[in-house]
């Protein structure tokens, strides 16, 4: 009987890998042709400074400073702060409550003195004060939602599914009661769960204006945080849709998670604001760039982030073979983290 269940457990594991190889050779594969766009690239734009070798591999940066920067690893209850000169890395352990359902689908803001956790699949907000003993926990009002920005108010916008999860919306939450009190529907009616809407939110605090950025599109917003819409502008790739199929997952009779039957192509993945611009890590292969230049560096788009326009491109090399995880920008510091690395650029305004 024992056999017979490690048996069946076996080729449930195995069929599953079998069915995610099958999904990822069917998915269309991105650079395969001429993606019917250039780039023009300035080659000054930015200068490395100084390199430093971590011994364990960074999630992504959580927050910044006048003088450091922050980021998460594998536990997102530990807080790495490292000045911008790459000197001093120490570490903060934050007392946050931490469960299955937390680490499906979680983001970590640090801005001191709070550091903030979002659980999206938990529907809840922690908050720590430095100096306290416990986070406090507020339940929000949205049943789930995948995206978070913090705002100087201690208030949030999120991407939040409404009542029935049937669309998502742009939803600014109250930090003291979790409730919504604004809230704007960018995407219309939404067939795939939101999977093709999906992106990333983005604050400029010294314009006090938010960016919401595709992932699977050539198109970002420009709101104020009262999510009225400044403009739309488009990235300058030409991926003006990219189909979704959704499939249920399901063990036996139980409700399973609603995923994508086949893996997207992510084409912006990570957005950045500093100063008047908008700086965005692009995966697509430009017509006029080699494969080689492409593959051995990050290519980052710059965008102004006033009217949303094109004004050039810039590569980061890649480090031990792998291209950035994150990044980061204040001022003219450039932080480029690749696996166990992090490299400071000077960037040129």
């Known amino acids: 009987m024992i056999k017979r ?19 990822i050779m069917a998915a269309p594969k991105p650079n395969s042709k001429l993606n019917g766009f250039t780039r023009n690239f300035d080659p000054g734009t930015i200068k490395p400074i ?11 940066i959580c927050g910044l400073t006048t003088d450091s920067f922050y980021f998460t690893a594998k536990d997102p209850r530990v807080i790495y702060r490292v000045d911008w000169n790459l000197q001093h890395i120490d570490s903060s352990i934050i007392p946050f409550g931490i469960n299955e359902a937390v680490l499906t689908n979680f983001q970590i803001i640090s801005s001191p003195p709070r550091t903030t956790l979002y659980a999206g699949n938990y529907a809840k907000v922690q908050y720590y004060n430095y100096g306290d003993t416990i986070a406090q926990m507020i339940d929000v009002e949205p ?4 995206q978070a920005v913090q705002l100087p108010s201690g208030n949030s916008i999120i991407k939040g599914f409404n009542k029935d999860r049937t669309n998502q919306l742009i939803q600014k939450i109250d ?12 995407f219309g009616i939404q067939k795939d769960g939101g999977f093709s809407l999906d992106g990333l939110l983005t604050y400029a605090p010294d314009q006090n204006h ?3 950025t595709h992932y699977y599109e050539n198109k970002f917003y420009c709101l104020d945080t009262n999510l009225n819409v400044v403009y739309t502008s488009k990235t300058i790739d030409t991926t003006t849709h990219n189909k979704v199929t ?3 997952f399901a063990k036996e009779k139980e409700a399973g998670s609603l995923m994508p039957a086949v893996p997207l192509n992510q084409i912006n993945k990570e957005v950045l604001i500093s100063d008047k611009h908008i700086y965005i890590y692009s995966t697509l292969q430009a ?9 051995e560096h990050s290519t980052i788009d710059r965008y102004n982030l006033e009217n949303g326009m094109y004004e050039g491109s810039f590569y980061i090399p890649n480090r031990n073979g792998e291209k950035i995880k994150s990044m980061i920008i204040s001022g003219k ?4 983290i690749h696996p166990k690395k992090m490299t400071l650029f000077e960037l040129k305004q």
């Open 5 to 23: 269940k490690i048996l069946i457990s076996t080729g449930v594991v195995v069929a599953a890998i079998l069915s995610l190889y099958i999904l």
């Open 50 to 60: 100084k390199e430093r070798e971590i011994n364990f591999r960074i999630s992504r």
């Open 143 to 146: 049943p789930l939602f995948t």
């Open 175 to 186: 930090y003291s009661s979790g409730k919504v009190i604004a809230e704007k529907d960018l």
């Open 210 to 212: 938010l960016i919401y």
């Open 246 to 248: 959704t499939r249920s």
């Open 287 to 295: 017509d006029n760039e080699t494969a080689e230049g492409f593959n």
């Open 333 to 336: 510091n450039f932080i480029a």
